[in-house]
Each structure stands twice: as structure tokens, then as C-alpha cells.
């Protein structure tokens, strides 16, 4: 690797967390390297950044857009870890600062760490052990139970599931996968049996949790869940706490009706009196599963070599925002970018389109160069996957995350030079294909224009109903006086059909939050095929800003950083 270019001093970099030395000696070979670790934030902003070119952190060090100004040498952060909620993105992507992290470094410790959980469950390792050492010799007292013959089944099939996935059968295990967010084609490539969540819960002997923690995963593994789960059922939670109910899971133990728990995440960190902590059949470690040596080895080189790539002015592969996309093609692709998100989330939340077959349509008179349809791409992608996958989504990683889950999106383009506004289209699914599209208001904001080929015309707001029904008489009114009758106001609303009495969309604008049994009773109403809430970002609201060439990154008629952010950066 050659040295970073700044002229002719080496590059300086601020390591504010400790880091194992492999990455510190990367670093050394090639930047002048201070080593910062345990530094107050008043010393790092006064005394270490303002010559900074590159800061290190881990998770102790809260990157603040106050320390980021006191940085105006600074060209990137590197987060040696998955999660970058320590960092502020915003103002680190407005001053042209790219960030990156290390997404897969834990990937095998965490699945490792699973089955120590449940090793020393199913064999009974602790009680052992300390009956032993108060010199008590009880091997009849503490027969276990083989993996062999048992099913696996795992809630949540990303990088961890599948790692996972892969020891199970291993120990002679069955695997079932559920994730609503992998293709059963590619959770059957990965050796497992795709599975609906209750199927899963009834028939698996081992729940394992890789979910990320979003408001529609927290307390999945909850009262109802619980009791579908086999009598005698192991339940493993390395992923996140909140997935699953702690008072509902103590009570399904102590009454019998699962055999163990292993958790290494609580709701609460550290979780105090827990009263899962007094139970004998659970085994319980402080959110250890990431923790081994070879794991924060493998943080420290990586996160070291992307910072030296950064340095370089290189792509990528973790770069978590930041694009590199020349004038041309920021005011290009750029404006639809939002567009392009808009039409994921609503194809994933609001269609619940298949991720099969998946095609990115753009329909202009000015047609993206290829970076610019990498951008659209991208944030097309990052609307589907949002909130469904653990740790940040941009444009910059989706595409990767996509591929690790088999989800391939292909893209072409037709040029209409009548055609006023770009439109940006969303297709999927094999035989019965569904579809969204999107384009731009006059104002720059994004808008939806086609549902599964019924045409629209809706800016979205914040909460979005959509439903999928057969146009009968009252129905509006029908749905109208539910939501009425809950204290409920609509915004805005467009309805369109395809026939009389034929199929029908309807997309609804709402003020105010819809509850689950609300939303229950609407799917309930006779001619009613589907009714869905989307809930739309704040930053798809808004006009889309086109920054002029020169702006912060980069200079007259160059290649700008941007805040959108293209797949360039992640190869």
C-alpha cells in the first residue's frame, strides 16, 4: 500500500480508542500516529484535531459535530466496530468527511459465542461445574442433551443467521430461516428450510435471534410467540435486547414451559436484578458474543486499511456515506435519488413486493450515466433494506448487503425526450409482478405517481396508508369511519381503479399514528385484499437540494463529495 498523498508530510492520524496493534502498525507505516487512547474530548478538540487527517474511535468516544469543527483538516473517521450511532453523520457528510466502519468483523465470534450459549445449556456445563467444585461427584444428576437430530430455527438469516446456519448442520442439526428480507431460493442455497415465523417457533427445538432491534422486531419473541415455541424449546438471544420480552420469557420459565435461555443482550445494559439472572437454567454473558481477540484484531487491521484507502482519495468497501460523483452526474442522478429511495420503502412497507426479479426503471429525457444509475441503485436498495437489516443502511452499503442476502436489482433505462420529469419505477415478483414509481414535484419533492401500474399523484407525509381492495360501494367511507372513530385525521387521500368494480388502490396521508388492532379491524373489512402503513423519513419530505459545482469536496468542474452517497465508494 503507498502512502497517502498530503504533499509532503505524512498524513496524521488521531487514534482516540485503544486498538490492537496489528491495526496501529498498518497505520505506522505509512501516517504519523498518535495515539490517543483514553483522551478527553476537551483534548482531543483543543489540542489533537486541528492537525488531525483521519480520527480512529471505537464506541467510548462520542464524534461530535462540535469535535468534527475542530477538525478542518480532517478527511475520515473510521468507526473499528459495526454500529456508527457515536458518530454524527450529518455533519461529518456536510464537511466532506468520509466515514467508514467494519460491518463483518464479529461475524463468526457471534456465531461462535451462539453455541457456547447452548453447549452449556443443553449439557448442563455450570450447575456441573459447581457441583463439582463443592466436591460433589453427580454425573447422574446432570445428564444433558445432543444437538444431533434437533432443529435449529433461526429468526432473522443475515450475515450471523447464516454463520450460524452453517455450525448447526455441522452438529447434525435441521435449520429452519426465517426472514421476511432473504429470498427463499437463497435461504434454500444456504443449506436451510425457509419458514413463516409460527411454523418456525412451533417446530424448531433452538431459537436463535439475528434480528436488528427496529420498532417492528422489539418484543417479537413476546408473550404470543413464547407460548408457540415446543414445550422443552432452547431460546438463544445474541443479537439485540428488546427483541425479546424479559418478563414474558421469565415466566415461560419458571413455569416450565422452555427448558433453558442463553442471553448475551438485555433490555437494559447492564441489566441490574434481573430476575432471568437467578434462574438456574439460564446462561447469561455481558454482551460478550463480538469479544475475542481475533475479532478486535480483524476490526483494527480493517478499519486501518480503509482509512489509508480513504486517505488516498480510493473507494471504499465501508464507507458508510459520502459518494465521489462528478457535476454531471450529481445533477443528474442526484434529485432522484430521494425518489428512488421513496419507491423502495414503499415497495418493501407498503406493496410487500417479492425481492425477486427486481428491476430499476428510469424514464427520462436526460438518462443517468452509469454512476448515477448506481446511485439510484443504491438508494433503492437502501429503501428496501432500512430498518431490516442490523446497523446503518445508505446507498453506499446497501448493495452489498443486498448481494450477502441474494437480492439482485438490474436497472434500464428509456429515454423520452417529451417526457417534462424523470420518472423512477420499482418492478418485482415472478408471474403477478408488483410495482411503484415515483417521480418529482415542480418544487423538487418526491412524489408516488404509480401503484402496481394505477396511476397517482401523492406527495407522501409521514404516515401513509395504502390499501389494495375491490371497488364497492362505501368502502372509502367504510375505512374513513374507522380511522374517524380513532381520533385519526386524513391529510390527503387519491384512489384510482382499474375497472368498475374491479381492483382498486387507495393511499391515504395520515396525521396521526395507527394502532395494530386499528390497522387489524381495517384488514377485516369484506372486499379488502390489503391495507399497509408506511412510514416515510423526514429527509423523503423535503425538497431535494442540488449543491453547485465547487461546493465543499471538491473544486470548479470536479469530482464533488456529496451527501447522497454512490456504490463507487463501497467496491
Known amino acids: 500500500m503507498t502512502a497517502p498523498s498530503t504533499g509532503s508530510r505524512k498524513p496524521r492520524v488521531v487514534v482516540a480508542d485503544p486498538l490492537p496493534r496489528d491495526g496501529l502498525a498498518l497505520l505506522h507505516a505509512h501516517c504519523e500516529v498518535v495515539d490517543a487512547a483514553g483522551a478527553s474530548p476537551d483534548i482531543l478538540r483543543r489540542e489533537l484535531l486541528p ?3 483521519a480520527l480512529i474511535v471505537r464506541s467510548r468516544v462520542k464524534v461530535t459535530a462540535d469535535l468534527i469543527a475542530a477538525a478542518p483538516r480532517l478527511r475520515v473517521i473510521g468507526r473499528a466496530g459495526v454500529g456508527v ?9 456536510e464537511r466532506g468527511i468520509v466515514v467508514v466502519n467494519v460491518a463483518d468483523g464479529n461475524t463468526v465470534a457471534v456465531a461462535e459465542h451462539v453455541f457456547a450459549l447452548l453447549l452449556a445449556l443443553v449439557r448442563r456445563l455450570l450447575p456441573a461445574s459447581a457441583s463439582l467444585r463443592e466436591g460433589r461427584w453427580e454425573r447422574s444428576r446432570w445428564v444433558g442433551e445432543e444437538l444431533r437430530g434437533k ?10 443467521g447464516q454463520e450460524v446456519a452453517q455450525r448447526a448442520r455441522a452438529f ?3 435449520v429452519l430461516a426465517y426472514d421476511p428480507y432473504v429470498p427463499d431460493a437463497r435461504i434454500r442455497e444456504l443449506g436451510a428450510e425457509p419458514a413463516a415465523l409460527d411454523d418456525l417457533l412451533a417446530r424448531a427445538d433452538v431459537v436463535s435471534v439475528h434480528t436488528p432491534l427496529t420498532p417492528a422486531t422489539r418484543n417479537l419473541i413476546g408473550e404470543a410467540a413464547l ?3 415446543r414445550p422443552g424449546a432452547y431460546l438463544i438471544n445474541t443479537a439485540r435486547g428488546g427483541i425479546v420480552d424479559e418478563q414474558a420469557l421469565y415466566r415461560a420459565l419458571t413455569e416450565g414451559r422452555l427448558a433453558g435461555a442463553g442471553l448475551d443482550v438485555f433490555a437494559t445494559e447492564p441489566p441490574g436484578e434481573s430476575p432471568l439472572l437467578a434462574l438456574p437454567n439460564v446462561v447469561a454473558t455481558p454482551h460478550l458474543g463480538g469479544s475475542t481477540r481475533e475479532a478486535q484484531a480483524y476490526n483494527a487491521r480493517a478499519v486501518a486499511e480503509q482509512v489509508l484507502r480513504a486517505l488516498q482519495g480510493q473507494p471504499v468497501r465501508g464507507a458508510v456515506n459520502l459518494p465521489h460523483l462528478s457535476d454531471r452526474d450529481w445533477h443528474a442522478a442526484g434529485p432522484l435519488a430521494p425518489v428512488a429511495e421513496l419507491i423502495g420503502l414503499v415497495y418493501r412497507e407498503g406493496l410487500g413486493g417479492p425481492l425477486e426479479d427486481l428491476e430499476l426503471r428510469v424514464a427520462a429525457r436526460d438518462l443517468p450515466s452509469e454512476r448515477g444509475f448506481q446511485l439510484l441503485a443504491g438508494a433503492a436498495l437502501k ?8 446497523g446503518p443502511v445508505n446507498t453506499v452499503n446497501a448493495p452489498v448487503l443486498a448481494a450477502r442476502r441474494g437480492i439482485a436489482l438490474r436497472w434500464r433505462s428509456e429515454r423520452h425526450p417529451d417526457l417534462p420529469v424523470p ?10 409482478r408488483r410495482a411503484v414509481a415515483g417521480s418529482l414535484t415542480p418544487d423538487g419533492l418526491p412524489r408516488l405517481v404509480h401503484l402496481d401500474g394505477l396511476p ?13 381492495h375491490h371497488d364497492r360501494p362505501g368502502m372509502i367511507g367504510k375505512v374513513g369511519s374507522l380511522l374517524g372513530a380513532r381520533e385519526i385525521n386524513i391529510a390527503a387521500m387519491q384512489v384510482a381503479r382499474r375497472q368498475v368494480r374491479g381492483e382498486a388502490i387507495m393511499v391515504l396521508a395520515l396525521d396521526d399514528p395507527v394502532p395494530a388492532a386499528l390497522l387489524a379491524e381495517i384488514r377485516r373489512l369484506p372486499g379488502m385484499e390489503e391495507a399497509r402503513l408506511v412510514q416515510v423519513p423526514a429527509a423523503l419530505l423535503e425538497p431535494a437540494r442540488i449543491p453547485g459545482a465547487g461546493d465543499a469536496g471538491g473544486e470548479a468542474g470536479g469530482p464533488v463529495h456529496r451527501p447522497g452517497e454512490a456504490r463507487e465508494r463501497a467496491s
Request: aromatic share 2%; hydrophobic share 55%.
Open 423 to 432: 420518472v423512477v419505477e420499482l418492478a418485482g415478483g415472478r408471474g403477478a
Open 227 to 229: 407460548a408457540r415455541m
Open 383 to 390: 429503501g428496501l433494506l432500512s430498518g431490516v437489516v442490523d
Open 456 to 468: 397517482l399523484d401523492m406527495v407522501p407525509a409521514p404516515r401513509l396508508l395504502l390499501t389494495r
Open 51 to 53: 492537525t488531525a487527517d
Open 151 to 160: 432443529v435449529m430455527g433461526l429468526v432473522g438469516f443475515g450475515r450471523i
Open 172 to 174: 447434525g442439526m435441521a
Open 85 to 93: 450511532d457515536n458518530i454524527d453523520l450529518d455533519a461529518a457528510t
